[in-house]
């Protein structure tokens, strides 16, 4: 019966989809013909601006100190987060193409939703981009593929498209409260993107909540090949996310210090997750899932301390455990999740994002109230922690007061913001698929015929769906 | 009786191959060995030269402008352009390894070429390389690589190094014409590369123009794993293209606004690809070729502008405009293309290279033609149009009609070379393929063996063939 | 018989895998916590050591010289070797997933290994890291990551920890003694990663002979996708490796120069390989497994002398002569190695890696023999040779043989080192799949289920192994 209310969904999106791109489309080309205008330093005045400030080289132009870093960044968003979702048997161009639209569109909007909030020149009511932007469009950005971990499968594209314009607005606006009101230091994100983004996703994913999802079994898993794409997924996360934690830290030693860091936790991530897969399952044999996912975990969590004087031991230390607790959370709390709380996570992100980043925004907190002048000197405790507008007798334990607070704002956001969207999209309007088309890329892509000798899953499963519709 | 003129064509390439190959290579060592040196910056006197030129530091070396741009654009080259070209469900070994060929030797023909026209020191007769020479030489094979995409699966790789031999050739005179003697500017290639590139390719491909390729039907399509495979190649090309149009851009300023500006279009490209992708299918649903490729035309089309002042939205609107354009291309255009115009385009380079490259000479030849002081400021706008030996007094709109022309000598090189090289090409002795075995990794590659019970594609269609041949 | 001794190995490494990694990475956290530190210029004094030295801008700091060469170099240690060794048919998992654990693993070995030999601070015990203590780190993994394509599918993952273990505990040694007691210069490693580590694997292969290794046969060769994944490996390490031989070299010049001679020694090689890859196989088809490694070869080669005047003509002539030799090496080298010294070398890394080190060092010695002032002037020729502890009255001739000493202590090392590891590798307590187990992903991994009409390679081998063992 269920199932027949399902049978009914109109999955066609010939006219939804293309209206949203375009609409949406001539409102960023609007928006940013007011709003948006070069930096100082992308401008043509830049000569000018560099004798003013007495910089003494082009090479001192901020480009050179982030952009390695942004194009790092930059491949995270569109190559790791698209085939990470690679694993699943038949929806690889759902996990590389939607990736890659909803990225394109959420770069757009979050330079103008963090431009107006944190970045406006209420001079000349513009905001005015440069590198720096760029790279904080594509954080804002990463909140939103993190949720579409938690729904990968289940939605449309429209529905995708969406959450993300929902999903950055909330962005921004929980951005501003922790860095520019709490004066919360974030430069990874444990809290701002991680925790955000994997409660915005896992919100809406029990708004959705699909009790017969039991009908698209057959397309749930991975098959070999499958496996191996998400690897590349996997690996160029793993291997760019120093650049991602260190990307907008401070220039010299900030920037050096949050990569040593983030090298480091993720090391002993993948020793622990690959310890942890062995043990839970029978014979010692690992588990890809594990591998593909857990190793990342370290990279979360030590995303708001990336920065601090953590300490190399210390960065060890919270990958260590980060390996455990994600590893064992797929083995455990996943299931526990879909069971009890109704909440279906495709991806497992509550693993690799929700408890990462909640640790990673306890250690920023304890890392934060325990910085001292003798660990970091006069100058560099000022440098590390400062923040337009923070008071300046702002003690550590202050500041992780306020790290805590940030924690929590940003638990709030994805929660209240998750449900509230999530209600929006469960609206009869937006061509999601039935319970028994899910994780199907044939819904929404011309999927190329095979080889008459060669019968593909795809056919299989039609000829499986025919059957039960027969009963 | 096509098909039998077909049949005995010889397509053993053991011993052509091999020597050229070798004697090529022993060629460049020759002229290597008297033509090209280390320049100033990467030979052991840099520390005098540093003295005189007054440089206070070593991260002054343009190797550190340069260097991050390059590895991109180098992974463009061979990652992005080859597996791009991996959709085909069996030439995938042809479309990754002639890539790698061509581009491996054409690198180095392209250092001398470009060296010989852009780079003499006239004063020892030598060419000084460096950082920048690389990316140059890399832009240079990207020209060629272009080209591949008209005839794909449908020429010998003998036949490929020659057609690189003469388009590094062709190039080198063009770039020297539209860069040094008209003084257009063209940092990200529109017109250099691109248009030249693509009008090079189809010309080719029209003289080499297959009647009977319906032969080879059976293998002109994708199977699912290639298709992703090929999203590892346009994924590359896309995150990487800021780095592609702003590696050559001046110090500062220029790969600043270049990256933005190419990271804007190329953001817009992909939702007006999607819409229109969407729009022109049944039921609404995406095609892969359109999500490969079209949302890569915005790269294309800012490539002239992208160190001018197109402004933010400028480039949106740029992008904007080239996903509807490239798409419709590939729905419309591409079969008229083949079926009136007798051009097999297999990549469909027309519609992502031709004409958004014309498209962005275009928008260069404008807004350099609008440029003011008022925008650039005065030392902003020499610095941006500045180049060897321009005349001081050229004014915004000479600098534009200029560009215009430079627009046009990119297309005549391009089509007037294509056709004599297609001619030069279709002498009989290059050990191209028959119409019926196009398409098809087993001519030049040693193909693995498949398992028994998992019957190839390639047994599939040599069975095929066998009973075609018994008629 | 031999195979009834094999049935009876154990396999399960439930609690082997566990334990070492738990244990392991609980000593890197002691180790680091009592010896690593941030150093000078990633530590929050930096500003103050700014001040001290007299330096005037952020950009100056190490972090921005090195780190894009990092980046490409992690690049290369994770998905350049792990997808390089995809090429099987079923042990991409093994390939890609143990590359990643045991590197992951040995760079935090290596940070405290080279640390105490190389970067020990004998005033308060402290080893201070940066960011080149990361790329040396990484480099001593490579070493480790060559051994493991000689042993590739034939041991457990415990096995490898135990490789890895003792491989960075040599390589920190030999690299000492080669770098600062003999003063030789090996920016690229050539002797110090190439021709060690290839030299261990090999003895360790040596010593681990599988006299039955054919009843695996059916496992040993490649499948389609396989080896398009496997040239993603390939192109990541060739594309990258300018970046691996100049990421230490010194600034300026130095990296300017390693990253140009690699970029056309890699030219070369593909060139060469292509045309003996065609020479000798009939029809003159090309073989995947020589455009996989060959092509590589002339990056190993150049190593050594990368930093040096080897000039532009020097390096192609290094690369056209290693791709000739790699590619014969794979078709009449190996096999002998197999059938007469009983070297089973899975990915031919004697081809790959053994040979063109020893090229390479050989390479190194000469050029550094032949270096003159007049070619790289007084300050250059210091700055080059540099190293701390050198006489200052060392001849170019001294250090020439002073290079060739370092490439018989790197031999020395990796056969010496491989013997005596391989012996403890053969206790039969390590887990190690028995030989009609080997290069099966299915002995250490969970692998998805195939769709019942998709019989799989696996299930067919399974078949073939039940009906052996019931005979």
Redesign the interface.
């Known amino acids: 019966m269920g199932n027949c209310f399902g049978c009914s969904k109109n999955?066609?999106?010939?006219?939804?989809?293309?209206a949203v791109?375009?609409i949406?489309?001539?409102a960023?080309?609007?928006l940013?013909?007011f709003f948006?205008?070069?930096n100082n330093?992308?401008?043509?005045?830049?000569?000018?601006h560099?004798k003013t400030k007495n910089i003494?080289?082009?090479?001192?132009?901020?480009?050179?100190?982030r952009?390695?870093?942004f194009?790092?960044v930059?491949?995270m968003i569109?190559?790791g987060f698209?085939f990470l979702m690679?694993f699943l048997?038949?929806y690889?161009?759902g996990a590389?193409?939607f990736n890659?639209?909803i990225a394109?569109?959420g770069?757009?909007w979050a330079l103008l939703m963090q431009g107006w909030f944190s970045f406006f020149d209420a001079t000349d009511w513009k905001i005015k981009?440069?590198?720096e932007n760029?790279i904080n469009a594509d954080f804002c950005v990463a909140g939103c593929l993190i949720a579409y971990g938690a729904v990968l499968g289940k939605v449309s594209?429209v529905q995708l498209l969406v959450m993300t314009l929902f999903g950055v607005t909330l962005y921004a606006v929980e951005e501003f409260i922790i860095l520019h009101v709490l004066h919360a230091k974030d430069a990874g994100g444990s809290m701002v993107i991680h925790t955000f983004g994997a409660y915005y996703g896992l919100s809406i994913s029990w708004v959705l909540y699909r009790p017969e999802l039991y009908q698209s079994k057959r397309l749930q898993?991975?098959?070999?090949?499958?496996?191996?794409?998400a690897?590349?997924g996997t690996?160029?996360l793993?291997?760019?996310w120093?650049?991602f934690n260190s990307a907008i830290s401070y220039?010299?030693?900030g920037?050096?210090?949050a990569?040593?860091n983030t090298?480091?936790s993720?090391?002993?991530t993948?020793?622990?997750t690959?310890?942890?897969s062995?043990?839970t399952?029978?014979?010692?044999?690992?588990?890809?899932v594990h591998?593909q996912n857990s190793?990342l975990a370290g990279g979360v969590a030590v995303g708001t301390a990336a920065e601090f004087?953590l300490?190399?031991?210390g960065s060890?230390?919270v990958g260590?455990l980060c390996g455990i607790i994600s590893t064992l959370g797929y083995v455990y709390i996943s299931p526990f999740l879909e069971s009890k709380l109704k909440i279906q996570d495709t991806c497992g992100i509550h693993n690799l994002h929700a408890m990462p980043g909640l640790i990673g925004g306890i250690v920023g907190a304890v890392t934060a109230a325990c910085a001292t002048e003798g660990?970091?000197?006069e100058?560099?405790?000022m440098?590390?922690f400062e923040s337009p507008g923070r008071p300046l007798n702002m003690t550590p334990s202050l500041q992780g007061s306020h790290q805590a607070a940030g924690l929590c704002v940003a638990l709030i956001f994805g929660i209240g913001g998750g449900i509230i969207v999530g209600l929006i999209l469960k609206l009869p309007i937006w061509g999601d698929p039935t319970d028994d088309n899910c994780f199907d890329d044939e819904?929404?892509?011309?999927?190329?015929?095979?080889?008459?000798?060669?019968?593909?899953?795809l056919e299989?499963s039609s000829h499986m769906r025919n059957n039960h519709q027969g009963v």
Request: charged share 20%.
């Open positions: 999955t066609n999106i010939r006219l939804k989809l293309p791109c375009l949406w489309e001539i960023m080309i609007i940013f013909g948006i205008r070069y330093e992308a401008d043509p005045h830049w000569n000018m560099k003494s080289s082009d090479i001192e132009n901020d480009f050179y100190f952009y390695p870093s194009q790092d930059h491949v569109f190559v698209g690679t048997k038949r690889s161009f590389v193409g890659f639209l394109a569109f770069i757009q981009i440069g590198v760029l594209p898993g991975s098959v070999y090949h499958s496996d191996v794409f690897m590349i690996l160029f793993w291997m760019f120093p650049s220039h010299g030693d920037q050096h210090r990569a040593i090298y480091l993720l090391a002993a993948v020793l622990t690959v310890a942890i062995s043990l399952k029978e014979k010692g044999k690992l588990d890809m591998i190793t004087m300490m190399p031991y060890l230390i260590f660990v970091y000197g100058e560099g405790l440098l590390v819904v929404y892509w011309e999927i190329p015929e095979e080889d008459d000798n060669h019968p593909s899953v299989f």
